[in-house]
C-alpha cells in the first residue's frame, strides 16, 4: 500500500482498490477509468452448437452474493474514486446490461455529474449460442465529471480530427480484443475482459492530456498503462491478482513510451489568441476599400480603415455585419465573409489562421492577438 501524501507514477500497486485508493492525496489524478466486475450471473457452462465450450469469466472476482453485495461494492469504491480526482477530473466506467444501471445509480448518488454515455458497439461480438436473445453486441461507457461545478478536461478537436474532421458521435464502433492483442498464456486468454487498446485510445486522448495521471482501480492485464504510456500519460494500476500484474508488467515494459508535440492534441479554436480583424487591415493583408463577400457572391460589403465593414446600409464589426445581412441573431464573421485571391473566392478565416501560425512559430502574440474569448 502507497503512503498517505505520495503519489506512486506508472506502478502497480498490489492489493484492494480501496484500500490503495484511500491511501492516495485526496484529489491528485486527473481521470479514473474503470472496468469493474460486471456481475454476470452465470448459471453452468455455456457451450457453442459444435458442443465445444465456450471460454467466459468464470473468475471469483465477478462473484457476488446478492445485488446488495454487488451495490454496497460499487458505492465504496465509486466513493474512493472521487476521492482522489482533481476538482476538474472524469471517471469512465465500463460494463454491460448486468451492472451498468447499478453502477450509474450509484455514482450519480454519490455526486458524479454524468457528461456522456458511451455505446461500444462491437464489430465482431460474440453470438447468441443458445438462440433465446439479441446478441449481446455493445457494453456501455459512462463518462462523468467529479461533480456538475467541475470543467472537465474534453479534447473536442482532436475527436474530430480522429472522426476523419467529423464530430464524434457517442456511439463508437470498434472491434473486441483478438489477434495478435489478445494476450495468451499456454494457449489460454490471460484475461477473460481484456478490452482492446482502440477503446481507451479514445478515452484517454479525448480527456487527458500529455504528463496527466490516469488511475485505474481494476487493471487486469493492463490496457489502460499500456495506452496511457504510449500516449506520454502518467498511471497508476491496482490490481490484486498476481497473475494479472505479472502479465501487465511485462507489457507494459515492452512498450516505447510516447513523448513529443506529436502527443499533443489539435487544440479548440476557443483556446487559440483572438486576433482582431482590423489587425489584418494594419498588416496590409486586406486593404480599406477592398470588398468581402459571402459564399456565393450574392452579398458584398466593404471594408473600412478601422476594420468596420459596411453592407447594405449598416455599418459594423465582421461579426455583427453578418448577422444583418442574413437577419440571424449571431454570425461568425470568419467564416461568413470571404475575399477574392488570385481569382479565388476564399474565407478569412485563411488570414486568421495565417496570423496565428505567425504568432506560434515566433512564441508571441503579435498584432492585435488577445486571449480567445466566447463571442470570437
Request: net charge neutral; hydrophobic share 40%.
Given at each position: 500500500m502507497?503512503?498517505?501524501?505520495t503519489?506512486?507514477?506508472?506502478?502497480?500497486?498490489?492489493?484492494?482498490?480501496?484500500?490503495?485508493?484511500?491511501?492516495?492525496?485526496?484529489g491528485?489524478?486527473?481521470?479514473v477509468?474503470?472496468?469493474?466486475?460486471?456481475?454476470?450471473?452465470?448459471?453452468?457452462?455455456?457451450?457453442?452448437p459444435?458442443?465445444?465450450r465456450?471460454?467466459?469469466?468464470?473468475e471469483?472476482?465477478?462473484r457476488?452474493?446478492?445485488?446488495?453485495?454487488?451495490?454496497?461494492?460499487t458505492?465504496?469504491?465509486?466513493?474512493?474514486?472521487?476521492r482522489v480526482?482533481?476538482?476538474?477530473?472524469t471517471?469512465?466506467?465500463?460494463?454491460?446490461?448486468?451492472?451498468?444501471?447499478r453502477?450509474g445509480?450509484?455514482?450519480?448518488?454519490?455526486g458524479?455529474?454524468v457528461?456522456?454515455?458511451?455505446?461500444?458497439?462491437?464489430?465482431?461480438?460474440?453470438?447468441?449460442?443458445?438462440?433465446?436473445?439479441?446478441?449481446?453486441?455493445?457494453?456501455?461507457?459512462?463518462?462523468?465529471?467529479?461533480?456538475?461545478a467541475?470543467k472537465?478536461?474534453?479534447?473536442?478537436?482532436?475527436m474530430k480530427?480522429?472522426?476523419?474532421?467529423?464530430?464524434m458521435r457517442?456511439?463508437?464502433?470498434?472491434p473486441?480484443?483478438s489477434?495478435?492483442?489478445?494476450?495468451?498464456?499456454?494457449?489460454?486468454?490471460?484475461?477473460p475482459t481484456?478490452?482492446?487498446e482502440?477503446?481507451?485510445?479514445?478515452?484517454?486522448?479525448?480527456?487527458?492530456n500529455?504528463?496527466?495521471l490516469v488511475l485505474?482501480p481494476?487493471?487486469?492485464?493492463?490496457?489502460t498503462g499500456?495506452?496511457?504510456?504510449?500516449?506520454?500519460?502518467?498511471?497508476?494500476?491496482?490490481?490484486r491478482?498476481?497473475?494479472y500484474?505479472e502479465?501487465?508488467t511485462?507489457?507494459?515494459e515492452a512498450i516505447?513510451?510516447?513523448s513529443?508535440p506529436?502527443?499533443?492534441?489539435?487544440?479548440s479554436?476557443?483556446?487559440?489568441?483572438?486576433?482582431?480583424?482590423?489587425?489584418?487591415?494594419?498588416?496590409?493583408?486586406?486593404?480599406?476599400?477592398d470588398?468581402?463577400?459571402d459564399a456565393?457572391?450574392?452579398?458584398?460589403?466593404r471594408?473600412?480603415?478601422?476594420?468596420?465593414i459596411?453592407?447594405k446600409?449598416?455599418?459594423g464589426?465582421?461579426?455583427?455585419?453578418?448577422a444583418k445581412v442574413?437577419?440571424?441573431?449571431a454570425?461568425?464573421?470568419?467564416?461568413?465573409?470571404?475575399?477574392?485571391?488570385?481569382?479565388?473566392?476564399?474565407?478569412?478565416?485563411?488570414?486568421?489562421?495565417?496570423?496565428?501560425?505567425?504568432?506560434?512559430?515566433?512564441?508571441g502574440?503579435?498584432?492585435g492577438?488577445?486571449?480567445?474569448s466566447?463571442?470570437?
Open positions: 502507497s503512503e498517505q501524501g503519489i506512486p507514477r506508472n506502478t502497480i500497486l498490489a492489493g484492494d482498490c480501496v484500500a490503495h485508493m484511500n491511501a492516495l492525496p485526496a491528485c489524478v486527473d481521470m477509468f474503470a472496468d469493474p466486475p460486471y456481475n454476470l450471473q452465470l448459471s453452468g457452462e455455456l457451450h457453442r459444435d458442443n465445444s465456450v471460454d467466459g469469466v468464470e471469483g472476482w465477478d457476488f452474493a446478492d445485488f446488495a453485495t454487488y451495490d454496497a461494492f458505492r465504496t469504491w465509486l466513493a474512493a474514486a472521487r480526482l482533481k476538482p476538474d477530473g471517471l469512465w466506467v465500463i460494463g454491460t446490461y448486468h451492472n451498468i444501471f453502477v445509480t450509484a455514482l450519480q448518488d454519490i458524479f455529474w457528461l456522456n454515455d458511451i455505446v461500444w458497439r462491437k464489430t465482431n461480438p460474440m453470438p447468441n449460442f443458445r438462440g433465446k436473445r439479441f446478441t449481446n453486441a455493445h457494453e456501455t461507457l459512462i463518462w462523468c465529471a467529479r461533480d456538475a467541475a472537465p478536461t474534453f479534447n473536442y478537436q482532436a480530427a480522429l472522426n476523419d474532421g467529423v464530430q457517442s456511439d463508437w464502433l470498434l473486441i480484443c489477434g495478435a492483442e489478445r494476450i495468451k498464456r499456454d494457449g489460454r486468454k490471460a484475461h481484456q478490452k482492446p482502440a477503446l481507451l485510445h479514445r478515452a484517454l486522448l479525448a480527456a487527458t500529455p504528463g496527466d485505474d481494476f487493471f487486469g492485464s493492463g490496457t499500456a495506452v496511457a504510456r504510449r500516449l506520454g500519460r502518467d498511471w497508476i494500476g491496482i490490481e491478482d498476481p497473475d500484474i502479465v501487465a511485462a507489457r507494459i516505447e513510451p510516447g513529443g506529436a502527443l499533443v492534441s489539435t487544440p479554436r476557443r483556446d487559440e489568441p483572438r486576433v482582431a480583424f482590423g489587425s489584418l487591415v494594419e498588416r496590409g493583408l486586406l486593404r480599406a476599400g470588398k468581402l463577400y456565393r457572391r450574392k452579398i458584398t460589403a471594408i473600412h480603415a478601422d476594420g468596420s459596411f453592407a446600409g449598416a455599418r464589426s465582421i461579426h455583427q455585419i453578418g442574413q437577419n440571424a441573431p454570425c461568425n464573421g470568419w467564416t461568413y465573409w470571404h475575399f477574392e485571391s488570385s481569382g479565388k473566392t476564399v474565407p478569412l478565416d485563411a488570414l486568421r489562421q495565417r496570423i496565428r501560425d505567425e504568432m506560434a512559430s515566433s512564441g502574440t503579435g498584432s492577438a488577445q486571449p480567445a466566447a463571442a470570437e
